[in-house]
């Protein structure tokens, strides 16, 4: 923020060219940076600081200062600090030694690492002119500089070191949000570790309409699901907080007394992007599967059914009027369930082992199981009274369907054989043969009319269901490990070993689309009442629910902490219901509210325009793109990056885009894609982060060093395309930065590292903090009052 100080002129003494070297104690008191009086240089000047005598000298011509150290008067080496574009005019030094200001004819001044011979800051911007005289605060907090144009302008100093150094996760920590008031901050580890942080509002400064947030005390450690955190955010209203975990799934936490609120999945693998809209109302996510997708603030309603079954349950399937639900299992039972309100309807007993499939008519008036005892049975679903039994199957069966008019049951069995029986009186029809192996699933089309079966080979069988014969065989690359025809019955999806889903034309076996993305063996399939969906579940208790529109992935879930039996959907088409080998029932929403594909591989970073209206992406492929965030359509894409990109962000103003990726560091104009800035990094940027105010732009790269940019574009925009240096660069961790959260104030920022420890820095402001007029010609000298109270400027109008 601007300081104000009364300015002393001094207006009737001309001070000689060599005031400043002979005002300095040769003892001066142990401060961040010396109370002095720069001075033009013509040759060089010599000045204590410390115990170490360092010598500036200026080589006027090439704009190159210079350092030569020496102790007990012995003359040591020549060292040369390059960056200054024109003759370098007034030097000054902090008193430890480590610091130079130098000030240019290139109308710049500099902040020069001495050890490193590195320059850690520059300001620009700030003079039309020569720079011809420097002083620094007392306190070592302020620059003033003075120039021909007659101004005087004060600078904030940037800080080396940490202002608070937190060992907040032992194993890493992976991210850090704060809330929109500065007063809450929350941080997640590698190890799943979750902490709360309340942070005491600081004593606001002279003009500062808002301090920044004081230091933090840790509130509570929340109690999620322990695996790895990869990003944190915080409600705008301070009152939850969204958790992204390694496997794709969002924890939502209350804030106010850390309970857990609720669970939803989202992507197939890693979450890389985790952010509110505006209004709190919209969570936007973007994934290592490439997709980006929106979900409610708050999180969907679930519920579950403790089955109490004495065993895994080993089969499921849901009535077609979304009435029942089945739950078979190892311990020789089926309990039936009520769908509205969970409770039991009725158990099915009687079985001599294992069951391994059931499944409900078409009316959902009957249900039929099969099992290790080899016997089928039918059973009404009413009273789960037993209708039927029919006789023993040369093996145990593994397969049983209902035919859609109820006539017929299919059975099949490990020898590889369906068995179609009358369901009347348990007359055998016909016998189908030539599966390959256990018979791994079985299914009349809806018309009643064919039959499809599976054994253990790559080809689905398909027969005639009037007279038993086959009629063709859809082949696949890989073996079948189960299949569910489309409920228009003129396609069928089949899942294979590979973990591959194959969407097939019964009519001709034509492959029309190749779903991908399980991590584990798929174990069933469902379509949606309204055809638009299909889910998958997985042996690792996962299921992914697919748009069939675009053949994209729309949700990841976790449903179950072991193998899913089976699953489906309500006849909302939203609900999902699955039964796992947990014993357990378990309800959840697609909550999904937009989904599209952002990159063909992965999204690696994502950002939010002010009221969440639109997001840019930037991907693995090196494009970033504007989306609209309601429909997911692409609204401008913004070129210049050649790898992959890994970190965007968007002004809070909404002009201005910027993306990194292992190279550069691009800006561009977000309205009309006009590249503002090119800048070449040593090292990759990783994060990205605008101060609220938009005034400094942080980085942090792959050399664990933060870098603060001055953001604003440069007008007129010049035809070359324009670079710019970094106005502070300072050595954050000794690990890699995995996220920065700028406060309220605009001044700090924490930073989370790998070497798990949160570290909070002050960021000095990009440009100038204030401006003093007053001479009418050039200002010569600058000097501080030793309270620091006071400048006084000495300028040649006298």
Known sequence: MPVSLPVAAASRRRFPADSAARSVDKNPPRRNFQRSTPARLSHGTSRWCGSRLILLLVLCGAGIPALGHSASGQEGSLQSLAGHTDPVYAVTASADGRWLVTGSFDETLRVWDVQRQQTVRTMAGGHTGLVLSLAISPDGSQIASGGIDRLIRLWDVPVPSPLATLPAHPQGTASVALSRDGKVMISGGADGSLKVWTLEPAEAKPGEAQPDAGDPVEKSVLKGNGRPITRVAIRPDGKSAAVADATGDIQIFNLEDGSLQGTFGTHAGEINGLLFSANGQVILTAGADGMVRSFPGQPPATRQIETGHAADVTAFDFSPNSALLATAS?????????????????????????????????????????????????????????????????????????????????????????????????????????????????????????????????????????????????????????????????????????????????????????????????????????????????????????????????????????????????????????????????????????????????????????????????????????????????????????????????????????????????????????????????????????????????????????????????????????????????????????????????????????????????????????????????????????????????????
């Not at 309990?335 to 079985?351: F, S, V």
Request: glycine letters at 8%; hydrophobic letters at 40%; proline letters at 5%.
């Open 330 to 798: 190892a311990d020789k039972t089926v309990k039936l369930w009520n769908y509205t309100d969970g409770k039991p309807k009725a158990e099915l007993t009687g079985h001599g082992g294992k069951i391994a499939a059931v499944s409900f008519s078409s009316n959902s008036t009957q249900v039929a199981t099969g099992g290790e005892d080899k016997i089928a049975r039918l059973f009404e679903t009413g009273a789960g009274k037993l209708v039927r039994e029919f006789p023993a199957q040369p093996g145990p069966i593994s397969a049983v369907a209902i035919s859609p008019n109820t006539q017929e049951l299919a059975v099949g069995d490990s020898t590889g054989a369906v068995q179609i029986y009358k369901s009347a009186d348990g007359t055998a029809l016909h016998k189908l043969e030539g599966h390959g192996g256990a018979v791994r699933n079985v299914q009349y089309t809806p018309n009643g009319q064919q039959i499809l079966a599976v054994g253990a080979g790559k080809e689905v069988l398909v027969w005639n269901a009037a007279d038993g014969k086959e009629l063709r065989r859809l082949a696949v690359e890989s073996p079948v490990v189960s299949f569910q025809i489309h409920p228009s019955g003129a396609q069928v999806a089949v899942a294979c070993e590979d973990r591959q889903i194959r969407l097939l034309n019964v009519a001709d076996g034509k492959l029309l689309a190749t779903l991908s993305g399980h991590d584990a063996a798929i174990t069933s399939l469902a379509f949606s009442r309204d055809q638009q969906k299909l889910v998958a579940t997985a042996d690792d208790g996962s299921a992914i629910v697919w748009d069939l529109r675009q053949n994209e992935p729309v949700q990841r879930f976790s449903l179950h902490t072991g193998r899913i039996a089976g699953a489906g959907f309500a006849s909302d088409s939203r609900t999902l219901v699955s039964a796992g080998s947990d014993r357990l029932v378990q309800f959840d929403q697609v909550s999904v509210q937009m989904a599209h594909r952002a990159d063909a591989v992965s999204v690696n970073a994502i950002a939010f325009n002010s009221n969440g209206s639109q997001h840019v992406t930037g991907g693995s492929d090196g494009a970033v793109k504007l989306w609209n965030t309601s429909n997911g359509t692409p609204a401008r894409e913004y070129a210049g990056l050649t790898a992959a990109v890994r970190a965007v962000s968007i002004s809070p103003n909404n002009q201005q885009i910027s993306a990194a990726d292992e190279k550069s560091l691009h800006l561009w104009n977000m309205n009309n894609t006009q590249p503002q800035f090119r800048i070449e990094t040593t090292s990759p940027v990783t994060q990205l982060e605008y101060s609220f105010d938009g005034s400094r732009l942080l980085t942090a790269a792959a050399d664990h060093v933060l870098r603060n940019y001055d953001p604003a574009p440069l007008n007129p925009q010049p035809p070359v395309l324009p670079s710019r240096e970094p106005a502070q660069q300072t050595d954050a961790h000794p690990a890699a930065v995995q996220a920065l959260a700028f406060t309220p104030g605009h001044r700090i920022v924490w930073s989370a590292a790998a070497d798990g420890s949160l570290r909070k820095w002050t960021i000095a402001a990009s440009s100038f903090t204030a401006t003093l007029q007053g001479h009418a010609s050039q200002v010569y000298a600058l000097s501080f009052s030793p309270d620091g109270s006071q400048l006084v400027s000495a300028s040649a109008d006298k």
